[in-house]
């Protein structure tokens, strides 16, 4: 459970810094 719980996290994280990512380049 608490590993599914750190996963479900990173996961989370990830998408968040993917999408920040794409959004500066296409902001450039």
Do not use: H, N, P
Request: net charge neutral; aromatic share 18%.
């Amino acid at each position: 459970m608490e590993m599914g719980v750190k996963l479900s996290a990173s996961w989370f994280v990830g998408q968040r810094f993917f999408y920040v990512i794409k959004g500066d380049l296409e902001a450039i």
